[in-house]
DNA sequence: CGAGAGGATAATGAATTCAAAATTCAAAAT
DNA sequence: ATTTTGAATTTTGAATTCATTATCCTCTCG
């Protein structure tokens, strides 16, 4: 893993266009290095080493530093560098209450924009969340779960909510929590995809809203953090 | 107006400590300079023309940008340099209805959070707006609006909340769209703002969310974009 | 007279350079 | 032995340089 951005091959580079701006595909790459644990919080960024494993000189890298910054997943340490963000429980606990929040109004929207292919598709996301539920296979439901939340996020057609969504989702991963729930908890939880996928299916908007507003409450422990 | 933003003051440069590093002075430089207009939406960035008003060379003004188009403020052209974000009526109905979510769980966690002086503010500040309206002042009443709603957002005491909040309004003020009411309209909105405190007051926290989610629905007219 | 080719000019994106600041490390002093 | 001092080294922040791409302008040809 972790091979440089650009092709190290001459004739690749000249053939293919660039697509991107490498400061762009720096963003993208930290994201998904902080996302993963490649790079921990906390973790001092070392400016040369990164440089040196991306292929890319400072500049961009740098450019790509001071936007994750502005995005919350870098501090800046004046004149000490960088650091990945660390974040606390209680910002964790921040970021899922605005998400809740987002997700209620993503609900009552989606309730209102979404067509019928993406009803089928949360339908479906649906299905799989209880076979994993069936199955206590805990990983795979916290990842379709995950996936059903953000699918009616999209389904709200808002791309300003898409947008503000995502950038707390990408802070959320960095946190890299552990959401345990107990089997009392997780049944409940069932019970509330249930209805949160009845009230879709119904484009009953404010009744969704509602529901998802507080469905997240509760629903964290704790960070390892 | 629009000084360098480095001491042309020799003297002054070595005495005192440089508070905050370029880049980040910039990008404050260039959010004011939007949300003024001084910057008008779609125009093309002269990077060398602002570095020179700037007074700085063009890494920190491009670091700047990037930050900016990572907030949505500015948008990047591949190979084509940069211009500000031009917003569609869609993208403020966007922002007006996040932004409308976001302030009914401020108002929620506000009657849990917030301290006795923080609603008085609230209180002082509604009391100058009800002069407003009776003088008809539009513009100061608008002024006012605005900033009981950030006192609302900041008196959550939730960080994650009020920076996302934060993010929005510096859009939507880079929109300088025009929120005409009619009389009646601005009746409405005033009894809305009565009920708003008079809940805020009790802490009341589901109240004064359901009322702060819907006040902003239908308050937007349009934009002149 | 207008459309298009082609070359000059300017702007962009990224690497490199350079000064200032922080860090390290070894020697000296308590 | 531990702390302190101060020079060497590294890292950072920002300016500058350089290759590439886009834009403009003129000139030719229809």
Redesign the interface.
Known sequence: MSEPLTASDETAKTLRIRA??L??QV?ERLRAMIGSGELAAGEKIQERALCELLGVSR?PL???L??L????LIE?L?NRGSRVAVFTRR?LQ??F??M???E??AGE?ACESANDAEIAEVEALHQELLEYYREGNAGDYFAINRAIHERIVLASH????I??YR??NH?VRAMRFSMRMDPQQWREAIEEHESILRHLKRRDGHELGVLLRYHLRNKLRDAPA
């Open positions: 991107t701006s400061h762009a963003s500049t740098r450019e790509a001071k936007a910054a502005n995005e919350g800046l004046p910002q921040e970021a209450a605005v809740a929040a987002l209620g109004l929207e808002n791309e300003t909510l947008e503000v950038g707390l802070r």
